[in-house]
């Protein structure tokens, strides 16, 4: 299947800072990527869809000042947490597809914690 | 209001025997689903799919059947291997809207036991 590739892998930072994670399609062009945020023993809960070149669409509830998302090109899409808080700590997961119809393929996610 | 359930938070079947894993929804509009697969501190790694077209779809030791009438679908695995052994995620996928997001269910942790 497609690859996706997530860096940083995980990442611990202080209250207060940005972090920025990076979500790349290896092999494929991504015209749409999906950010998700999964906390332990829950489902994976959609944060936004970006489609390349546009601004992201968010799931109610998400804060687009505090989750940024840029999708600058058909391989790589990026996401912000600004101000990070302890509650932020969560497993940050990417995924792209290469169509309207196609598959989700996922990255293999990055852990935020957050001191 | 959770579309897609997998009631089943748990699932321990013998190597060798079959593991079925089921999910339900309530979204009528959902018409693809798709079933993953994964690891802790993993992404998921998507396994099979079916189209709302079809009842079956096989690959391998994977089939997953889908009952439209009792919004149910069902993956099946067989013979069931200890590296089976991991959390399986159904997901479904409306065909309207600009964007094809899909809804996943809490996931279902299958062990496998040599």
């Known amino acids: 299947g497609a690859v996706v590739s997530q860096h940083p892998s995980w990442v611990i930072c202080k209250s207060g800072t940005s972090v920025k994670i990076e979500c790349r399609s290896l092999?494929?062009?991504?015209?749409?990527m999906f950010w998700y945020r999964q906390f332990p023993k829950q489902s994976l809960m959609l944060m936004a869809t970006?489609?390349?070149?546009?601004?992201?669409?968010?799931e109610q509830g998400v804060e687009k000042d505090k989750f940024l998302i840029n999708h600058a090109s058909l391989t790589l899409s990026t996401l912000t947490v600004t101000s990070a808080h302890p509650e932020d700590s969560s497993f940050y997961i990417c995924?792209?597809?290469?169509?309207?119809?196609?598959?989700?393929?996922f990255g293999p996610g990055t852990r935020l914690t957050v001191l | 209001d959770q579309q897609v359930k997998q009631n089943s938070p748990s699932l321990s079947v013998q190597e060798g025997r079959i593991s079925i894993l089921n999910c339900d929804y309530t979204?009528?509009?959902?018409?693809?689903f798709l079933w993953y697969k994964k690891y802790p501190a993993e992404g998921p790694t998507f396994l099979i799919s079916?189209?709302?077209?079809?009842d079956k779809n096989e690959d391998g030791r994977f089939t997953v059947f889908l009952n439209k009438s009792a919004k149910h679908l069902s993956l099946h695995i067989v013979p069931s291997q200890p590296g089976d052994s991991a959390v399986y995620f159904c997901?479904?996928?409306?065909?309207?809207?600009?964007?094809?997001?899909?809804?996943f269910g809490k996931g279902t942790l299958l062990t496998v036991n040599p």
């Open positions: 970006s489609n390349e070149g546009s601004k992201a669409t968010y």
């Open positions: 995924s792209g597809s290469g169509g309207r119809r196609d598959t989700q393929y």
């Open positions: 092999d494929f062009q991504a015209t749409t």
């Open positions: 979204n009528s509009m959902f018409d693809y």
């Open positions: 997901a479904a996928r409306a065909s309207g809207g600009s964007n094809y997001k899909l809804t």
């Open positions: 079916i189209s709302s077209i079809k």
